[in-house]
T-cell receptor, first 116, second 107 residues
């Protein structure tokens, strides 16, 4: 019953520190995504992956890196944390709907990151 | 560049009122999804619309996809406090969202 699992749920970083947000899904989905959500706003796509070994930039990729070595895992790395990266980060996964592109996205519970 | 424009950005109404929120783009969608997000949680899918002119109903929620597949609307009849949340539209592929409409239904 796990679905999409994100860790950690909360983290405080100092400017310039690095960290990795972990994301794992157990639904055998090909597509995985990382979004960020600033207070009171919608979701902005950071990076996405259509399968193991394939990643692509989204709307706001600067300051982040990802990898997809397995179908299940899609970690997001922040190399030099900046206050502008303070946000809630959501990982999601989906199957495909053929020519319609992605199917329903299933989201994790989010990771709240504060950079001071 | 915001590919999807959602309006209104905020909406506060009394229980029992009807409302409509909109999602517009200058380009054609292959498909469009509507999600609702409650505080502290991830978004949850409400519906996917695919065909121009399509209308889908989910209890008191009615979703319409424009004939030209460039716009969509969500109509809620007799809103209830449980409808409170952030309503997001997203277009494929990959799924990119609008800024959302934040709805508050007051009892």
């Amino acid at each position: 019953n796990a679905g999409v699992t994100q860790t950690p749920k909360f983290r405080i970083l100092k400017i310039g520190q690095s960290m990795t947000l972990q994301c794992t899904q157990d639904m055998n989905h090909n597509y995985m995504y990382w979004y960020r959500q600033d207070p009171g706003m919608g979701l902005k796509l950071i990076y996405y992956s259509v399968g193991a070994g394939i990643t692509d930039k989204g709307e706001v990729p600067n300051g982040y890196n990802v990898s997809r070595s397995t179908t299940e895992d899609f970690p997001l790395r922040l190399e030099l944390a900046a206050p502008s990266q303070t946000s809630v980060y959501f990982c999601a996964s989906s199957g495909t709907s053929g020519s319609l592109g992605t199917g329903e996205l299933f989201f994790g519970e989010g990771s709240r990151l504060t950079v001071l | 560049t915001q590919l999807l424009e959602q309006s209104p950005q905020f909406l506060s109404i009394q229980e029992g009122e009807n409302l409509t929120v909109y999602c517009n783009s200058s380009s054609v969608f292959s498909s469009l999804q509507w999600y609702r997000q409650e505080p502290g949680e991830g978004p949850v899918l409400l519906v996917t619309v695919v065909t121009g002119g399509e209308v889908k109903k989910l209890k008191r929620l009615t979703f319409q996809f424009g004939d030209a597949r460039k716009d969509s609307s969500l109509h809620i009849t007799a809103a209830q406090p449980g409808d409170t949340g952030l309503y997001l539209c997203g277009r494929n592929t990959p799924l990119v969202f609008g800024k959302g409409t934040r709805l508050s239904v007051i009892a």
